[in-house]
């Protein structure tokens, strides 16, 4: 639908044209240089076809009747057309805000009414596209729209990543709209990715935009982080536990953003400075989440939470007798500190090794600061007496898993029929409980001695949940064992759950069709 005159909104425009970097400046001198190029060579082409022209009459009188229609159709066009060269001119220099974004996307619309009327499947018009890659500068041509398309939502994407860095981080409000930014930036290119095939700019090939969407999804780890460190207490153990998490995650997603930049394709077209910047934080956050680790054991005593937070259990005695035993929870988290003070030298490593880095002397100060942090709790916890060589500290579980608490995944899922918990009260006697044990996390119940007091009210296969109101679904054998052992005279009450099996499961589906009435669905 066309708008009146007095309808229409004012025309779009982009910011100042002439407010350039250096880069911008080169970029847009190698642009003139090119249209200079394409200028002189349709100016050749045209002599050539007019010089064939003149010299027919046939084709002189066919050429004035085409010029006439042609003509014609213009002076109809000639409003749209001036409103479509205002809106391509303006699309060239957004402003780095919401505006910029309305004036991308109302251009990137256009594009779809000028492909159904203008552009037949089957047939190219010889209209050339040309864009320059963002990094490299290098141009690329093509005749289709669909790479206009798709350079426009290239620019849509890096304008949000630009709004995204641009936001005050050290607030709440300024965190959500930067993660908002990053989110939206990161769609961008996987629809780009996942929808444009065959692009001839290094920019839009499947790596390039695999590295960025990632490399989003990582800053977007980041404004998580620094959300949860202003809005938790610091001091507090769940606080610290989940700030070691988190760091651990954002080291994990930037070592997997680097491992996608030094790729052969990707090698030569990622700048030195960013594959540098995203190894020093994926060092840095390393570095963070194990000293956050080493504060919530040295701290704290709490001992639960520890169980799913490391990917690996450190050989030696196990993880609950560690936490038990204060000498061995203090060498933990030195051996945790240890291992934060060689990440922290490392991102300082990597930092000094990189020129443009060592300008930014904000990074180099939050570098210097985190590791002097570390270095102190270190020396906190060392002693002159301790001369026993630091363990290696096994590594923090980065992805938080919903619904832990519940056990085992293996064990406690949808697929398995359970019973209710049944409490049962036994007392030992001179024949001890009368149970015998098997397995881990959780332990199974192998038999049940006849005659014994576990008769009553055990069944071979049983697991246990529960030893006196201790939750014990993650505990090992030897510690469901040890809790037993301790019980006291009056005797132990145990949790446990009855897995339900094949051959249940039916008769129980039986007796309840059994009860249910059927109703027939008769065609209307």
């Given at each position: 639908?066309?708008?009146?005159?007095h309808?229409?909104s004012?025309?779009?425009?982009?910011?100042?044209p002439f407010?350039?970097?250096?880069?911008?400046?080169?970029?847009h001198r190698?642009a003139?240089?090119?249209q200079?190029?394409?200028?002189?060579?349709?100016?050749?082409?045209?002599?050539?076809n007019?010089?064939?022209?003149?010299t027919?009459?046939?084709?002189?009188?066919?050429?004035?009747?085409?010029?006439?229609f042609v003509?014609?159709?213009?002076?109809l066009l000639?409003?749209?057309?001036?409103?479509?060269?205002?809106?391509?001119?303006?699309?060239?220099?957004?402003?780095?805000?919401?505006?910029?974004?309305?004036l991308?996307m109302?251009?990137?619309?256009?594009?779809?009414?000028?492909?159904?009327?203008?552009?037949?499947?089957?047939r190219?018009?010889?209209?050339?596209?040309?864009?320059?890659?963002?990094l490299?500068?290098?141009?690329?041509c093509?005749?289709?729209?669909a790479?206009?398309?798709g350079s426009?939502?290239?620019?849509i994407?890096?304008?949000?990543?630009?709004?995204?860095?641009?936001?005050?981080?050290s607030?709440?409000?300024g965190?959500?709209?930067?993660?908002?930014?990053?989110?939206?930036?990161?769609?961008?290119?996987?629809?780009?990715?996942?929808?444009?095939?065959?692009a001839?700019?290094?920019?839009?090939?499947?790596?390039?935009l695999?590295?960025?969407?990632?490399?989003?999804?990582?800053?977007v780890q980041?404004?998580?982080?620094?959300?949860?460190t202003?809005t938790?207490?610091?001091?507090?153990?769940?606080s610290?536990?989940c700030l070691?998490?988190e760091?651990?995650?954002?080291?994990?997603?930037?070592?997997?953003?680097?491992?996608?930049?030094?790729?052969?394709?990707?090698?030569?077209?990622?700048?030195?400075s960013?594959a540098s910047?995203?190894?020093?934080?994926?060092?840095?956050?390393?570095?963070?989440?194990?000293?956050?680790?080493?504060?919530?054991?040295?701290?704290?005593t709490?001992e639960?939470?520890?169980l799913q937070?490391?990917?690996?259990?450190?050989s030696?005695?196990?993880?609950?007798?560690?936490?038990?035993?204060?000498?061995?929870?203090?060498?933990?988290?030195?051996?945790h500190?240890?291992?934060?003070?060689i990440?922290?030298?490392?991102?300082?490593r990597?930092?000094?090794?990189?020129k443009?880095?060592r300008?930014?002397?904000?990074?180099?100060?939050?570098?210097?600061?985190?590791?002097?942090?570390?270095l102190?709790?270190?020396?906190?916890l060392?002693?002159?007496?301790d001369?026993?060589?630091?363990?290696?500290?096994?590594?923090?579980?980065?992805?938080?898993?919903?619904?832990?608490?519940?056990?085992?995944l293996?064990v406690?899922?949808a697929?398995?029929?359970?019973?209710?918990?049944?409490?049962?009260?036994?007392q030992?006697r001179?024949?001890?409980?009368?149970?015998?044990?098997?397995?881990?996390?959780?332990?199974?119940?192998?038999g049940?001695?006849?005659?014994?007091?576990?008769?009553?009210?055990?069944r071979?296969g049983?697991?246990?949940?529960?030893v006196d109101?201790?939750?014990?679904k993650?505990a090992?054998?030897?510690?469901v064992?040890?809790?037993l052992k301790?019980c006291s005279?009056?005797?132990?009450e145990?949790?446990?759950?009855?897995?339900?099996s094949h051959?249940?499961?039916?008769?129980?589906?039986?007796?309840?069709?059994?009860?249910?009435?059927?109703y027939?669905?008769?065609?209307v």
């Open positions: 639908s066309f708008l009146w005159p309808q229409q004012p025309p779009m425009s982009g910011c100042d407010a350039q970097t250096q880069r911008s400046k080169l970029q190698r003139r240089i090119n200079q190029i394409n200028k002189e060579m349709r100016m050749r082409a045209g002599a050539e007019l010089f064939r022209a003149t027919n009459n046939k084709v002189k009188e066919t050429v004035a009747l085409e010029l006439s003509n014609s159709n213009l002076q000639k409003e749209e057309l001036e409103e479509l060269n205002s809106n391509m001119e303006a699309m060239r220099t957004p402003s780095r805000n919401q505006a910029g974004l309305e991308l109302e251009y990137y619309n256009q594009m779809y009414y000028l492909d159904q009327r203008f552009f037949p499947l089957h190219n018009l010889g209209v050339h596209f040309h864009w320059y890659d963002s490299t500068g290098v141009p690329s093509q005749r289709t729209l790479f206009e398309k426009v939502l290239f620019n994407g890096a304008l949000y990543t630009q709004i995204g860095a641009r936001q005050d981080r607030a709440p409000a965190i959500d709209k930067a993660v908002d930014a990053f989110q939206r930036a990161a769609g961008s290119f996987n629809y780009l990715k996942e929808n444009f095939c065959n001839p700019s290094l920019d839009m090939s499947s790596p390039s695999c590295m960025l969407v990632r490399l989003m999804v990582a800053q980041e404004c998580v982080f620094e959300r949860i202003l938790t207490q610091g001091t507090h153990f769940i610290q536990l070691a998490q760091a651990a995650r954002v080291s994990d997603v930037y070592l997997l953003v680097l491992q996608t930049m030094t790729q052969p394709l990707m090698k030569d077209y990622v700048p030195f960013w910047m995203v190894q020093v934080k994926s060092e840095h956050f390393r570095a963070l989440s194990h000293y956050y680790a080493a504060v919530a054991l040295c701290d704290h709490s639960k939470a520890f937070f490391y990917i690996n259990v450190p030696g005695p196990s993880l609950s007798q560690v936490l038990q035993d204060p000498e061995k929870r203090r060498k933990l988290g030195k051996a500190l240890r291992r934060a003070v990440r922290h030298e490392e991102a300082m990597v930092h000094s090794l990189c443009i880095l300008k930014m002397d904000i990074l180099q100060d939050v570098l210097a600061l985190s590791h002097k942090c570390s102190d709790k270190y020396s906190e060392d002693r002159e007496d001369f026993d060589e630091t363990a290696e500290a096994p590594e923090i579980q980065g992805k938080v898993i919903l619904m832990v608490l519940q056990g085992p293996s406690f899922c697929r398995a029929r359970w019973g209710p918990v049944h409490v049962i009260c036994l030992r001179e024949g001890g409980l009368g149970l015998t044990l098997r397995g881990d996390s959780p332990v199974l119940v192998a049940v001695v006849p005659g014994g007091c576990a008769e009553a009210g055990l071979e049983d697991y246990i949940v529960a109101g201790q939750d014990c993650w090992k054998h030897a510690e064992v040890q809790m301790n005279d009056r005797g132990v145990l949790s446990v759950v009855t897995l339900h051959d249940t499961q039916v008769s129980v589906c039986v007796c309840e069709m059994s009860k249910a009435a059927f027939v669905r008769v065609p």
